[in-house]
Structure formats: C-alpha cells, structure tokens
T-cell receptor
Framework: SAVISQKPSRDICQRGTSLTIQCQVD?????MFWYRQQPGQSLTLIAT?????????ESGFVIDKFPISRPNLTFSTLTVSNMSPEDSSIYLC???????????FGPGTRLTVT | AQSVTQLGSHVSVSEGALVLLRCNYS??????LFWYVQYPNQGLQLLLK??????LVKGINGFEAEFKKSETSFHLTKPSAHMSDAAEYFC????????????FGRGTSLIVHP
C-alpha cells in the first residue's frame, strides 16, 4: 500500500498567478498520476508523471499550462500556470505500486481562482 | 478501449436498507474492476477490487460486489446502509495486461436518510 500526502490542501489564488502542488508518497511507487476533479464530477486524468523525464499528457492538457516534475520515485509536483477561474477544481495525486492496478490517492488540493 | 457506466447519479436509501449501486463496463480484454469511495473533502479510497478468481468480492465497511461477465456488470451492494456510508462512489475498469490507467465512471452519490 501507499500513503499519499498533498500540499497545500486548499488555496485561493488570483487569476494570472501560478500554484505548485506537491505530492509525497511514503514508499517507492511504480507510477504517479495527476487528476482534476471538478465539483460533482468524475476524475479527469491530466498526465502521468514520469521519473526523470517529461510527463505524458492527456488530450486537452499541455505542459505549458500544467508543468509536472517527478525527480524521484516518491515525489511529484504539478504547477497550474497563469490561472483562470476555469482552473478552480480539486487536483488529486495518485500512485500505483508494483504490478498492482490499484491506485492510491492523496487527499486532494482544493483550488479556487478569483 | 474500455468504458464504465454508472446508472444513477444519485441513490437515496433509508438507514438500514439495502444499498445497490450499479456499474456496467465494456472491455475488449478481461477487466480488472474497482469500486472507490470518496467522502466529503477527501481523496478516493479503494473499497474493493476484482482481478481474477472468485467473482464475489468483499471489501471494507461491509460492501461487496459481484463480477458478472455475461452481464458486463460489477454492481456494489451492502445489506444495511449506515449514515456514515453517505459519500460519492466511483466504479473503475482497467484492462488486464494493459495500461495502469483506469477508466472511471461518472460517480454515484449515495444519500442515506435517517
């Protein structure tokens, strides 16, 4: 199993600014992911965070808007750049361990852009 | 490609009544199936999973689900609802031997009345 923490847990930001969200796992994991969850909706995958290389982005998400780092097997960051109110959402970090298909999730970061 | 359909965005039950949350999937290969629960202001937590073997799987908090290949279903049940079960429930499917990235359903909000 894996325990995932995220910082910050919530933030209120001005439009045009950027916010970096940190994700820390208590053990080495195979894969890490970043999701967005808008109020009352399901999860949308933003990207797979690859260790030591560029993240793999899903359709509709680009590196300039959502730069991601993963310097090691237990840590990743997601930056939401040049924010607009449409970026208001919950951002979730998740991880897969070993060969399990089961995902472990962090508690989420609740972002409000004004 | 895989997909997940959760019937009913909201399900309302009385405390002590049977809980039934429906999930149908499509997958071109044998699926791995999951139910996750999300309590208010928290991340997702795995309730139970089916990978291989027994088709009736038991999870945490008294929940269980049965994999029915002929019906392409993986419905979640609990014999007696408790107020603490009120949450958002997500069904997810991955393709065995494929990507670790699951496809999530849109979620079902379980409301429990006293």
């Amino acid at each position: 199993s894996a325990v995932i923490s995220q910082k910050p847990s919530r933030d209120i930001c001005q439009r045009g600014t950027s916010l970096t969200i940190q994700c820390q796992v208590d053990s080495q994991v195979t894969m890490m992911f970043w999701y967005r969850q808008q109020p009352g909706q399901s999860l949308t995958l933003i990207a797979t965070a690859n260790q030591g290389s560029e993240a793999t982005y899903e359709s509709g998400f680009v590196i300039d808007k959502f730069p991601i780092s993963r310097p090691n097997l237990t840590f990743s960051t997601l930056t939401v750049s040049n924010m607009s109110p449409e970026d208001s959402s919950i951002y979730l970090c998740s991880a897969v361990t070993g060969n399990s298909y089961e995902q472990y999730f962090g508690p989420g970061t609740r972002l409000t852009v004004t | 490609a895989q997909s997940v359909t959760q019937l009913g965005s909201h399900v309302s039950v009385s405390e002590g009544a049977l809980v039934l949350l429906r999930c149908n999937y499509s997958s071109s290969v044998p699926p791995y199936l999951f139910w996750y629960v999300q309590y208010p202001n928290q991340g997702l937590q795995l309730l139970l999973k089916y990978t291989t073997g027994a088709t009736l799987v038991k999870g945490i908090n008294g929940f269980e689900a049965e994999f029915k290949k002929s019906e392409t279903s993986f419905h979640l049940t609990k014999p007696s609802a408790h107020m603490s079960d009120a949450a958002e429930y997500f069904c997810a499917v991955s393709e065995s031997g494929g990507s670790y990235i699951p496809t999530f359903g849109r979620g079902t909000s379980l409301i429990v009345h006293p």
